[in-house]
């Protein structure tokens, strides 16, 4: 059986950076993020999140476990003068240092096990963007492993010490053929510690 990284090595081979997009839940909220401080693309991918946490003056790390997709990444963040730097790592508890991040992108990647790491990493008024597929389906699009796949209102559930700032999931409620399906969208807020 291949590695983990050795599997997205090869989904990224004939991929471009250019085309990376970041997550709807980011774009479309890109109001709430901070004007300066540090960023985590976790999962990062071709970077599409990292690139924008970049453009909009956030110092942005980039993590994932394919050197093949980090490495487009650097190579197009450069080109760009985006200020991003990559870590290739399996991403584990371990990896996460208290109190880092400002702003913290999870887009289509699912581990239970980090949420907790996650949390403790953001700083008091950080905020963490979550945008991933749920069991409740309309098509084929995502896995098909449930270990990946959201029940219905968790991210509410997996980060409940966050403020809610917005949540949506649509599930199959009205026409399916329109607006973000298969998908649910978190935008929690670590509240900052009170004033003594």
């Known amino acids: 059986m291949e590695s983990i990284a050795v599997k997205w090595d090869r989904a990224y081979a004939d991929s471009d950076p250019v085309n990376a997009q970041p997550c709807a839940v980011l774009a479309e909220n890109s109001y709430l993020l901070p004007s ?13 999140n990292a690139c ?72 008091p008024g950080g905020l963490l ?20 796949l959201l029940e219905n209102t968790e991210l509410l559930k997996l980060f409940a010490p966050l403020d809610v700032l917005y949540y949506r999931d649509n599930q199959r409620i009205g026409d399916a053929s329109q607006g973000l399906r298969n998908e649910a969208q978190f935008i929690g807020l670590k509240q900052p510690k009170p004033l003594e």
């Open 36 to 48: 300066q401080g540090l960023a985590l693309d976790l999962a990062c991918g071709l970077g599409g």
């Open 52 to 123: 924008f946490l970049a453009a909009q003056g956030l110092v942005t790390e980039a993590w994932d476990c394919s050197g093949v997709a980090l490495a487009k990444l650097k190579q197009y963040a450069g080109t760009k003068k985006l200020n991003v730097s990559v870590r290739q790592c399996f991403v584990g508890a371990e990896c996460f240092v208290p109190s880092r991040f400002h702003v913290i992108v999870v887009s289509r990647f699912l581990d239970r096990s980090l949420c907790d790491a996650i949390i403790a990493s953001l700083v």
């Open 129 to 148: 963007f979550y945008q991933t597929f749920t069991l409740t389906k309309v098509n084929e699009k995502g896995p098909s492993n449930r270990d990946f």
